[in-house]
């Protein structure tokens, strides 16, 4: 792993420290809602760990979905992961609303890291295919 993705875990890791001091620094009840925002919260953070050393190196336009490089698609998620993990805690909620709305967030990355992976291995394929031939 490259310095540069070091740094970008290192900040991850302090981002998870701060996001779980200002969750438990809300007033609120720990009911199920909290524990389940919590933890989403908390995967979108490990998500992103994931995400950096994926896409450790990765520079050119394979390494894109919907137009967006895919580093930057698990910053967006995370942020607003992470914004919907707070604001769910902070509010009353049901609990119902809770889980899908962290469910149609969690939906976004993981189609689109399948989708990524996919076509990188059918990319590799293709042109291994395309040297044997040539």
């Known amino acids: ?6 740094i970008k875990i290192l900040l991850t890791v302090l981002i998870l420290i701060a996001f779980s001091v200002t969750v438990f620094a809300i007033p ?3 009911a199920k ?3 389940f925002a919590y ?3 908390v995967f ?9 050393q994926a896409s450790d190196g990765m520079r050119d336009t394979k390494d894109r979905y ?8 698990s ?3 995370l942020v607003l992961q992470l914004a919907a993990s707070i604001t769910e805690i902070a509010t009353v909620m049901p609990t119902w609303a809770v889980l899908l709305i962290n469910m149609l967030l969690f939906a976004f990355p993981v189609i689109g890291y ?3 992976q996919t076509v990188k291995r059918e990319l590799a394929r293709q042109e291994a295919k395309q040297q044997e031939t040539a």
């Open 28 to 30: 609120t009840l720990k």
């Open 66 to 73: 919907f137009g967006l490089p895919v580093g930057r698609l």
């Open 39 to 41: 933890l989403c919260g």
């Open 114 to 116: 399948i989708t990524t």
């Open 44 to 52: 979108a953070i490990l998500f992103q760990i994931y995400a950096i």
């Open 33 to 35: 809602r909290f524990w």
């Open 75 to 77: 910053i967006y998620y």
């Open 1 to 6: 792993m490259s310095k540069r993705g070091k």
